[in-house]
C-alpha cells in the first residue's frame, strides 16, 4: 500500500511584481504537522535598480522561518531586529501575540539587480503558547547541522529528526530538513509518527510510486514516512510533525479563536503604532500594508 497522500502543485501568486509559487494552504489539505503555509520566492531575476518589496506587515499567533538557495533578504522588525537574511541561515521570527515585519532587498543588491530564490513557511503555535511574546532568532548556516545519509547530504533546519537537533527554538514535535539528493540516491525517510511532506526545489524524484516534478509538494499517508528516489539531482525539503489543531486565518493572521482574529483585524486597521500588539518598526516606519476588505481572498504578501 502507498504511503503517498496527495501531491500538491504549487499556484503562482503576484505580489506585486514579484511572483511566488504557493505550495500550503491547499484547498483540500490546510496543513501539514503545524505547518500551515509555504511559498517558494522565485527563482527570480531582479535588473538593476528592481527589488523585493513586502512592506510592514503584522502577524499573530505562528512563527515564521525564512531560508534562502540564493540572494539576500532585509528583514526589520518591531523588536528592532535588523538581519540581513543570506543562503544557507535560518530566520526565526515568533509572532506571539503580535509583531510587525518588513522584507526587502538590500540596497547595494538592488543596485546592480540580482537573483532570489528561497522559501518562506508559517507555523502554528500550540494553542497554550499562542499569545507568548514576540520574538526573533537567527541562526548562520554553520550552527545548523549537517550529516550523510549514504550519497545524500542532509542539513536540519529546525526541530529533531534522525537524531539530530537544530538549535532554533521550535514550540512544538517537528522537523524541517534540506536533502541534496544525487541522481539514483534513495531516502527512505522516517517520519517518527509525524505528518510529513517533501517538497521538490528542483530536480526530478520518484515519491514511492509516482513521479514528483520541481514546485509540487508529495504529502505522505498520516505517519508513515515517504520513500524518495532522485530520478536526476535534486533538492528536497522535508517538512512536517505533530499537529497542533486546525486554525483560522484571514491575509497574515492566523489564529485558534475567530474572535482573537476580529479583533486584530480591527487593531491593523488604524495601522502600527495605534496598538502595543503592533508598533512601528525603527527604520521602517513610513509605510505600512494596509488591511484587505473582508471579500479579498485568504492569503499573505509573504
Known sequence: MSRLKLVITSRDRDLGGFNVRRVLPY???RMVGPFLFLDHMGPTQFAPGKGMDVRPHPHINLATVTYLFEGAIHHRDSLGSD???E???????????GIVHSERMPEV?????????GLQCWVALPENQEECEPSFEHHPAVTLPQFLNGSI???????????????????SDLFY??????????????????????????GEVRVEEQRILAGSMAVG???QGLKIEALQDSRVMLLGGKSVGPRFMFWNFVSSSKDRLEEVKREWAKGPGHSPRFPKIPGDDQEFIPLPDEAAPKGTPL
Open 27 to 29: 484547498p483540500t489539505h
Open 83 to 85: 538581519q540581513r537574511i
Open 87 to 97: 543562503p544557507g541561515a535560518i530566520n526565526w521570527m515568533t509572532a506571539g501575540r
Open 109 to 117: 543588491t538592488r543596485v546592480h539587480g540580482g537573483r532570489l530564490n
Open 153 to 171: 547530504k542532509l542539513k536540519l533546519l529546525l526541530g529533531k529528526s534522525a537524531g539530530h537537533e537544530s538549535p532554533v527554538k521550535v514550540h
Open 177 to 202: 530538513m534540506e536533502a541534496l539528493m544525487p541522481k539514483g540516491a534513495v531516502l527512505e525517510f522516517d517520519s517518527e509518527n509525524r505528518e510529513t511532506a517533501a517538497y521538490l526545489v528542483h
Open 221 to 223: 499517508d498520516r505517519t
